[in-house]
T-cell receptor
Framework: EAQVTQNPRYLITVTGKKLTVTCSQN?????MSWYRQDPGLGLRQIYY???????DKGDVPEGYKVSRKEKRNFPLILESPSPNQTSLYFC?????????????FGQGTRLTVV | AQSVTQLGSHVSVSEGALVLLRCNYS??????LFWYVQYPNQGLQLLLK??????LVKGINGFEAEFKKSETSFHLTKPSAHMSDAAEYFC????????FGAGTRLTVKP
């Protein structure tokens, strides 16, 4: 089954404790991205990756890191989480960056930073 | 730069009534437009998309949307709402990347 898998689904952590949210896709997609969803703001892009070893900042990259060492995996790293990073996070993948390519989304990770 | 604006953060309809969710886009090039649906505790899934060709696009679950270039709109409709349609709906525009609207939460009253 074609899918994007994120882990964990739910995470509560304390300020400053490094964490990683994993994302994996099995569709051989070139393009992967991370979004955060906040009420009234829709989905805002954090980082994206056009291909292996190629990543770039989205609209709200501050406080986040990513890596793309393999095509299928695109982890999101919070080196020192803060309460304003409490949010719902989605990983997505698609065949290409745009041009009508459908984005496939993971189930989401609800992060709470206390 | 591309963007979408969804008019109305909350829409409430009665079961069996028409559903109309509004989306206007801004794009300097011919846009690719999408509607996604998010059910509670789930990720987003594609309802329908417009790329080129026919301006009336049919999607899953009886939804459709019409691309109107003159109005820069891509409104989502369904003739008769069902309780299972209660969800959050996102309009998106894509060229180099995908930009989402703020979302519209649809409530369906029995």
């Amino acid at each position: 089954e074609a899918q994007v898998t994120q882990n964990p689904r739910y995470l509560i952590t304390v300020t400053g404790k490094k964490l990683t949210v994993t994302c994996s896709q099995n569709m051989n997609h070139e393009y992967m991205s991370w979004y955060r969803q906040d009420p009234g703001l829709g989905l805002r892009q954090i980082y994206y990756s056009m291909n292996v070893e190629v990543t770039d900042k989205g609209d709200v990259p501050e406080g986040y890191k990513v890596s793309r060492k393999e095509k299928r995996n695109f982890p999101l790293i919070l080196e020192s989480p803060s309460p304003n990073q409490t949010s719902l996070y989605f990983c997505a993948s698609s065949l290409s960056a745009g041009l009508g390519a459908e984005a496939f989304f993971g189930q989401g990770t609800r992060l709470t930073v206390v | 730069a591309q963007s979408v604006t969804q008019l109305g953060s909350h829409v409430s309809v009665s079961e069996g009534a028409l559903v109309l969710l509004r989306c206007n886009y801004s794009s300097s090039v011919p846009p690719y437009l999408f509607w996604y649906v998010q059910y509670p505790n789930q990720g987003l899934q594609l309802l329908l998309k417009y790329t080129t060709g026919a301006t009336l696009v049919k999607g899953i679950n009886g939804f459709e949307a019409e691309f109107k270039k003159s109005e820069t709109s891509f409104h989502l409709t369904k003739p008769s709402a069902h309780m299972s349609d209660a969800a959050e709906y996102f309009c998106a525009v894509s060229f180099n990347d995908m930009r989402f609207g703020a979302g519209t939460r649809l409530t369906v009253k029995p």
